[in-house]
């Protein structure tokens, strides 16, 4: 593997990336709302859910909101979403318990047996919009392997802001070819190569579900187009 | 255990406490020193190392230097102590190895096994004035199982300076009261049970050697005292 020969460390997108955030929060609400008595449309929540992650992100990035982490956007949204959605009453620990759901994500079946494979030879771990509270809680509760954690809250910026993976490589110790940024979503691997990290990528054809349209494909030549992180093992000597 | 309960995450001091840095770069250093043909006082030498480090941190704390990682703290002293120790005419690639000797710290024996039983039930993670990137290598290099890696440069600030806890817990997402600090040094402890955490003891009586005088024994009724981190894990539930 020439293109990533010297790499040490391997950055993990997240959400969508690693874990499939959307089946596991339908699927979540769904069997919490058939015991609590509460019906709504769940897939339409959690997918306006997603939906709204972006725009509030950017309000941050340009600096309409102060820092604020990713938990506490989420329930920004999710007060919204609730009104939307016609489930009303809520307590106070019910709402947190939905928004802890970004918590119990579950890793796609590849997920776990390649980061185990990856993590013999090369420093993994997250570098993700998520605070590190949320990535640390989801690792233990999901038993992903990371070395350690890197979430937005170290950097107190979003991706793709700079400072992120710059951040990272600071405190990795790092130049940034020696750091290979690896997602799903060809804009973040944009944002990593233009700041000189390696960039690997694979697809997740049903992250968003049955109609996505987005990151269904590589959109550039990164230096490893593989099928799962199982196949990223692989090829990258694991 | 009514002192610990509720008791979420727990943060170990590094060296001294989990790792033996003495024997490790004695060692070390002897061995090398042998194979290269170069003779001088390698423990003098490593017991002056570690004597320069609270002086050199508390310039940092006190501002007189700008914040500097502990890797280049360390080697900024290890520049003063080769040239009294009489060992010239090094390369810098030598120079770099030696300073990474912090990178390469041997684990106290109950360590690992003793973590391992605690990361069952508890967020581990280092506590350390040691920088990021020193503590993840030493972390890969001997397989120490830490969920997370908390070191000085997240915060820009040395233990005891209230920064690094409280950042600590901030991140963490924990109030103080659920997050043990774990070391063999009261000072560190004292530092954060002021700060409302809970705190955890047990003695490395040759950490400095053999005429060790400091950190013998409790100086403080800590929330637990133990003998070493297995028997931590053994008063923790685990």
Redesign the interface.
């Known amino acids: 593997m020439e293109a990533v020969s010297g790499v040490r460390a391997i950055l993990f997108d997240t959400f969508g990336s690693v874990v499939d955030w959307r089946t596991s929060l339908i699927s979540e609400l769904s069997l919490w709302g058939k015991e609590r008595g509460v019906s709504a449309d769940w897939t339409g929540l959690v997918d306006d859910w997603r939906e709204a992650y972006a725009p509030s992100l950017d309000r941050v990035r340009r600096g309409e909101l102060p820092w604020t982490i990713l ?1 506490d956007l989420h329930r920004m949204s999710l007060e919204t979403l609730l009104a939307r959605y016609g489930v009303l009453d809520l307590s106070e620990a019910d709402k947190v318990w939905i928004n802890d759901g970004w918590r119990r994500l579950n890793p796609w079946p590849d997920a776990i047996p390649g980061l185990t494979r990856l993590k013999q030879r090369y ?1 993994i771990a997250p570098l993700s919009n998520g ?3 949320l990535l ?1 809680a989801m ?2 509760a999901k038993h992903i392997p ?4 890197l ?1 937005g ?2 950097f107190r910026h979003y991706k793709p802001d700079p400072e992120t993976y710059l951040g990272a490589a600071t ?4 130049p940034p070819d020696q750091i290979m940024m690896a997602a799903s979503h060809n804009y973040d691997l944009r944002a990593a190569r233009s700041l000189g990290f390696r960039t690997a990528f694979w697809p997740r054809p049903t992250e968003y579900g049955p109609r996505q349209k987005r990151d269904l494909s590589p959109e550039e030549p990164w230096d490893v187009v593989a099928t799962d992180i199982e196949d990223l093992a692989t090829q990258m000597g694991c």
Chains 1, 2 share one sequence.
Do not use: H, Q, R, V
């Not at 990371?146 to 954690?149: E, G, Q, R, S």
């Not at 405190?171 to 790092?174: D, I, S, T």
């Open positions: 938990d420093i605070n590190f509270s640390l690792a233990k990371w070395d350690t954690i979430g809250d170290l405190l990795l110790g790092f």
